[in-house]
């Protein structure tokens, strides 16, 4: 037997009424050990203008590169404390923020480590699907053998990688929806 | 750890396209270059998983939020998360959100001229039982006007949000109600193009769950992507 998962539809521009219980934009907590980073940016439709309603879902390994979750059987820490999942809204300018570890490196598809990155969902009102789209890290000596950037076209990787700022530890990286500066997104 | 069994992808037509005209909101924010296709690694087979300290017992029941009931007819919303091999999906989260009888969301944004309910809030959560339930209690919401496109009303429906097992298997999308005149006219509704896909976002009136004197029920079972059979060799 064989059913279809079901039709994704829009999150609308009301989901806060439903989601905001869960929103989370710092992952850091007692006992969270790793480099501190913020990451900032903004979101962006098609014509650069902001879209105050969208809100990002991340999702990553803890500073040994491990997941909090069943599936994930590497021997490395797992210690309580750091889930590994954020839910972040924009403000009215598109503006997001959130504050967390940098992930270790995880196994990849290809017997390789992938370089440390951060899973990230896009949801918005238009967009009738999540975007799946993931952050890297700027002068990563792994991103060069990474699996999952380079099935992405070397012009376009930069949109997965965050920029340094001239603040320790803060980094910025937006969401541009469409056009020529266009996020790249996967499909997963 | 190399060999991971990932997740199916969807069966053509059976999801939306992210550029679709006729819902206007997507015309500059559906992204213009074709996704990536990539496989899933040990990230996108793990995902944040959420125990019963992450839940209200009581968020299950929209309609004892406040001092008082809130206006509108009482229902019972409930069916089963499943994967597309029907085994049951346990302990998952699920988040609703809808308007108010009257059409109208608890909500900044919404300025319709319709009013609010100070008995009801419209949101609610709960986990998923051993065999993949859930039950809520809520009321129907109303439909509702948009500025879409000229005398555009959006059909009553109810937002859903599940995670499931995996950051793959993460869904958001919207039940319907059976009969509402409503879903032949609406973008969203429409958006996939798969009829019985689209058909499987409308609840069954629900006899069995119907409770006497009391309210009607409505079953939605919701279905997540299914497990590749075999691990994805390297």
């Known amino acids: 037997m064989s059913l279809h998962a079901t039709t994704s539809q829009t999150v609308g521009p009301f989901f806060t009424i439903g989601l905001r219980r869960l929103n989370k934009t710092n992952l850091l907590g007692p006992g969270v050990s790793g480099e501190k980073i913020s990451i900032e940016g903004r979101v962006l439709d098609g014509n650069g203008k902001p879209v105050p309603d969208a809100m990002l879902e991340i999702w990553q390994a803890n500073s040994h590169g491990r997941y909090a979750h069943p599936e994930d059987d590497q021997n490395n820490q797992l210690k309580p404390g750091f889930q590994g999942f954020g839910r972040i809204g924009v403000d009215e300018n598109g503006g997001f923020v959130f504050t967390t570890v940098k992930p270790g490196a995880v196994p990849g598809p290809d017997g390789k480590m992938q370089a440390p990155h951060i899973a990230v969902s896009v949801f918005a009102r238009g967009l009738q699907l999540r975007l799946v789209t993931r952050i890297y890290f700027p002068e990563e000596a792994l991103n060069a053998d990474d699996y999952v950037l380079n099935l992405v076209e070397p012009e376009r990787r930069a949109t997965l990688i965050a920029r340094r700022t001239a603040v320790a530890g803060a980094l910025q990286w937006n969401v541009i929806l469409q056009g020529v500066d266009e996020t790249v997104f996967f499909d997963c | ?234």
């Open chain 2, 1 to 234: 750890m190399s060999n991971i069994r990932g997740y199916r992808r969807p069966a053509p037509e059976t999801q939306p396209q992210h550029l679709h005209p006729p819902y206007v909101s997507s015309i500059t924010r559906a992204p213009s270059k074709p996704l990536v296709h990539m496989p899933h690694t040990l990230t996108e087979v793990t995902g944040p998983l959420f125990g019963i300290e992450a839940v209200d017992v009581k968020a299950c029941d929209l309609t004892r939020q406040h001092s008082g009931e809130p206006l509108g007819e009482r229902i019972i919303v409930s069916g089963r998360v499943l994967d597309e091999d029907a085994r049951p999906i346990p302990h998952t989260l699920i988040e609703v959100w809808q308007a108010n009888a009257a059409g109208r969301y608890l909500h900044k944004v919404d300025q319709h001229d319709a009013p609010l309910d100070p008995n009801f809030t419209g949101c609610g959560h709960t986990l998923t039982d051993d065999e993949g339930r859930y039950r809520f209690v809520t009321i129907r919401p109303g439909a509702y006007p948009w500025r879409n496109h000229h005398n555009a009303w959006r059909p009553a429906h109810i937002h859903f949000s599940v995670f499931g097992p995996a950051f793959a298997t993460r869904l958001v999308t919207q039940m319907y109600f059976p009969g509402d005149a409503l879903l032949h006219f609406d973008p969203i509704f429409n958006c996939t193009a798969d009829e019985q896909a689209r058909n499987g976002l409308i609840s069954v009136f629900d006899w069995a769950n119907t409770i006497p004197d009391q309210a009607l029920g409505f079953r939605f079972d919701i279905i997540l992507n299914g497990r590749e059979a075999t691990p994805m060799e390297k």
